[in-house]
């Protein structure tokens, strides 16, 4: 059965499945979002009323905290205006991007709803929002309501985006157990993860994060149709980033104790990391805007690449050195009666020991578990350019060259074409495109500059190639010249119909130079005598 082709809300494929909305549907669903962004800012708005005015007497807030104002000689105004000015700006971040999305794509319940979920989140987190939270009044209930709705849409919205389908089958379970904790949590204290022990809730919010991850990288390698995959790598890195601070803050506040006999002011650790956190947690957002407005933006494989890397490299070695702090800490204990900064010493030693075996380790499970279609594409490049490099036949190579690359990225069509002596461009072999007669019709003086000086040339329709490739001979002194451009490799749009991405134009200007010394041993060029016309 053929995979779905196009975007979310639009049906293309057999499998493929409509989140859009249409007449009353739409209107209804435009009315809740209304609501609850609504009852989320006003929530929001209550919470900074408690905090205003601004306490002028630093001594309010405790002993502990006006010390430790004196030392950063900030006032306890500045200090309150700090937290206030970062709430908001977190909120602003979250809330723009959901009017963005609402703006752009309000009929399609799927990016209504995370639209939706974007605000809720971003206002549900912030300082002022747990204030009034815990704060007796007649706020209490509907701040609950906001909280835990928000928990529980930011897993959910992830284990169906962005096409609504619940993917892998074990998320629909998981969403159901989300679900019967939000409502629980409005009604039962025990069951509320505000009334748990840090560590647990801690736990939850970064299970709720990693189940997300872990549902849409299956969903990219299993169902998602290639607009999809652009679609699903942004949502994996605004994750990933959010799972890489929120686990490093937690690292650090394990540290405080360690760093706290070093001098380390307590609120400033705390304005820091709370700027951190909120940081971090925007990356979701920004990602999230990008891969439903942008999706066909390409080259960010790299960045994703490196995010999962260092997330997991990070959690790996913290994990690391808090359990070995932990164990080594509670054997002198028992030996000697009493711990040592030796015991964190030898653990960041250990840490540091294991960086590169771990990174290498984690590169290679990232690039064989979610970047294999990237992997293999890189070692048929790698075994094409060598295959070309041992051609001796002229007649042969551009076709191989052609073939191969239309084989690897799957191109609709591909020719090459071989400059001759008075600067023009003939097919190498016209059987495979009678009907074209030039590599671009024309090739206009700024496309052949940029294939002169060995850089590829984008094209749209209705051209009849979608990339023109130069093949060149190596640099000589250092420098390209003029004369340098043997031929070119004109490649149509690709089967998937993805674009082509940086690392893939890098690997074809590899692999052009490779064919362009090959092609001129066995065949040399002329040089033109004149300013070549195409």
């Known amino acids: ?28 669903a435009r009315l809740a979002w209304f609501a609850l ?21 630093p001594l309010q807030f405790g002993p502990e905290v006006a010390n430790a104002l004196a030392e950063l000689h900030l006032s306890a105004e500045a200090y309150q205006a700090y937290f206030l000015t970062i709430d908001l700006l977190f ?5 723009a991007v959901a009017l963005i999305i609402f703006w752009r794509k309000s009929a399609d319940w799927m990016a209504l709803a995370v639209s939706c979920a974007l605000v809720l989140y971003g206002v549900s987190t912030t300082i002022s929002f747990l204030l009034l939270l815990h704060t007796p009044s007649p706020f209490a209930f509907p701040a609950k309501f906001i909280e835990v709705l928000s928990t529980a849409s930011v897993p959910i919205l992830a284990y169906v985006f ?22 629980a949590a409005l009604f039962i204290p025990a069951a509320d993860p505000d009334n748990w022990p840090p560590v647990l809730w801690a736990l939850l919010f970064l299970f709720g994060l990693a189940s997300g991850l872990v549902a849409q990288i299956v969903r ?18 605004g994750f990933a980033i959010a799972i890489l601070g929120f686990t490093a803050i937690v690292i650090l506040l394990f540290a405080l104790p360690l760093l706290a006999p070093v001098g380390l002011n307590p609120l400033a650790f705390a304005m820091a990391v709370t700027a951190a956190f909120y940081l971090s947690q925007l990356c979701v957002p920004l990602c999230i805007a990008f891969s439903i407005l942008r999706y066909r933006l390409w080259d960010i494989d790299l960045l994703v690449n ?12 913290g994990f690391v050195f808090i359990m070995t702090t932990y164990v080594s800490e509670r054997m002198l204990e028992s030996l000697l009666g009493e711990n040592s900064f030796v015991t964190s010493l030898g653990s960041a030693v250990l840490v540091a020991y294991l960086v590169d075996p771990v990174k290498k380790r984690t590169e290679h499970f990232v690039d064989r578990r979610f970047y294999r279609d990237s992997a293999d594409i890189r070692a048929a490049f790698a075994e094409l350019t060598h295959d070309v490099r041992g051609m001796s036949d002229s007649s042969s190579l551009p076709q191989a060259l052609a073939g191969g690359v239309e084989s690897i990225l799957q191109v609709a069509s591909s020719d090459v074409y071989v400059r001759e002596a008075d600067g023009r461009f003939a097919l190498a072999f016209p059987g495979r495109a009678a009907s074209v007669q030039e590599p671009a019709a024309p090739l206009d003086p700024a496309s052949l500059d940029r294939l002169e000086n060995g850089r590829v040339v984008m094209l749209s329709k209705p051209n009849p190639y979608a990339l023109l490739v130069p093949i060149t001979l190596p640099a000589s002194g ?4 003029a004369s340098r ?27 052009a130079d490779q064919a362009g010394t090959s092609l001129h041993s066995v065949q040399p060029v002329a040089q033109p005598a004149a300013s070549p016309s195409a």
């Open 1 to 28: 059965m053929s995979s779905p082709v196009g975007t979310a809300g639009e049906r293309t494929g057999p499998n493929a499945y409509s989140t859009s909305l249409q007449g009353r549907q739409r209107g209804l």
């Open 37 to 57: 962004a609504l009852l989320s800012l006003t929530l929001l708005a209550r919470g900074v009323s408690l905090q205003l005015p601004l306490r002028h007497d």
């Open 485 to 511: 451009l043997v031929g070119i490799l004109a490649l149509g749009s690709r089967l998937s119909g993805q674009g082509y991405s940086r690392e893939e134009t890098a690997m074809l200007l590899t692999l």
């Open 306 to 317: 490196r995010t999962l890397v260092y997330s997991i490299l990070v959690a790996t070695l």
């Open 220 to 237: 990219y390698r299993s169902v998602s149709a290639p607009e999809q995959r652009q679609q699903t790598k942004w949502v994996v890195l």
């Open 478 to 481: 250092g420098q390209r010249q």
């Open 91 to 95: 909120v602003l971040g979250w809330a």
């Open 162 to 183: 962005p096409d609504g389908r619940f993917v892998p089958p074990w998320t629909r379970r998981l969403a159901i157990v989300w679900s019967a904790l939000a409502v």
